[in-house]
């Protein structure tokens, strides 16, 4: 291993509540915490990593990411994958690959939230979920469902999305 790399090398736990978080606009309602990315983690490898918590009821709307490749591991509750339009179901324990530019979304079918863990690679999609959420702080109440920012498409296509569902965009009703 060359100097360099040895040197930049180091090892790091993040603590759940030291991590940005943020709450989602609808249709996933929930939030998120964006735990690690090579940014933090000084690696060498570009990834983001996080956890994804969709309120009872709610869902991931279908997109793709034309350059990144994505796992989610489900933590706790249960719903749907939706994968190339194939719904699959998911539980805790479940772990799904997404590669490149395949369409997914979830949806939460149980009465508790649905919650995974989900790493994307390259990174970028904490970037995706500060600018349409709001600052989620431990302790801090759920706020009352709100919309996504009007230049969310524009927001998707500077940060890691190829394709997104138009059925569910601003003034369409449920939106993400």
Same mark, same amino acid.
């Given at each position: 291993?060359? =100097?360099?790399?040895?040197?930049?090398?180091? +090892?790091?736990?993040?603590?759940?509540? @030291?991590?940005?978080?943020?709450?989602?606009?609808?249709?996933?309602?929930?939030?998120?915490?964006?735990?690690? @990315?090579?940014?933090?983690?000084?690696?060498? +490898?570009?990834? +983001?990593?996080?956890?994804?918590?969709?309120?009872?009821?709610?869902?991931?709307?279908? %997109?793709? %990411?034309?350059?990144?490749? &994505? !796992?989610? %591991?489900?933590?706790?509750?249960?719903?749907?994958?939706?994968? @190339?339009?194939?719904?699959?179901?998911?539980?805790?324990?479940?772990? !799904?690959?997404?590669?490149?530019?395949?369409?997914?979304?979830?949806?939460?079918?149980? &009465?508790?939230?649905?919650?995974?863990?989900?790493?994307?690679?390259?990174?970028g999609l904490q970037d995706f979920?500060?600018?349409?959420?709001?600052?989620?702080?431990? =302790?801090?109440?759920?706020?009352?469902?709100f919309a996504r920012p009007a @230049?969310?498409?524009?927001?998707?296509?500077?940060?890691?999305?190829?394709?997104?569902?138009?059925?569910?965009?601003?003034?369409?009703?449920?939106?993400?």
């Amino acid at each position: 291993m060359s =100097g360099d790399r040895q040197t930049a090398s180091r +090892a790091l736990v993040v603590h759940a509540e @030291d991590a940005p978080s943020f709450w989602q606009p609808v249709p996933a309602n929930g939030f998120v915490q964006c735990l690690m @990315d090579d940014s933090i983690a000084g690696s060498v +490898a570009r990834f +983001a990593m996080g956890r994804q918590t969709v309120a009872p009821g709610c869902f991931v709307r279908q %997109h793709t %990411h034309d350059r990144h490749e &994505e !796992v989610i %591991h489900v933590v706790s509750g249960y719903g749907a994958a939706l994968l @190339d339009g194939v719904e699959h179901p998911i539980r805790a324990g479940s772990t !799904v690959f997404i590669g490149l530019d395949r369409k997914h979304g979830f949806i939460c079918k149980s &009465e508790e939230p649905l919650t995974f863990a989900w790493l994307l690679m390259p990174g970028g999609l904490q970037d995706f979920f500060a600018a349409i959420g709001r600052p989620r702080f431990p =302790g801090q109440p759920a706020p009352q469902p709100f919309a996504r920012p009007a @230049d969310a498409g524009a927001i998707e296509k500077q940060t890691v999305f190829g394709w997104s569902d138009p059925a569910f965009g601003p003034g369409k009703g449920d939106n993400q």
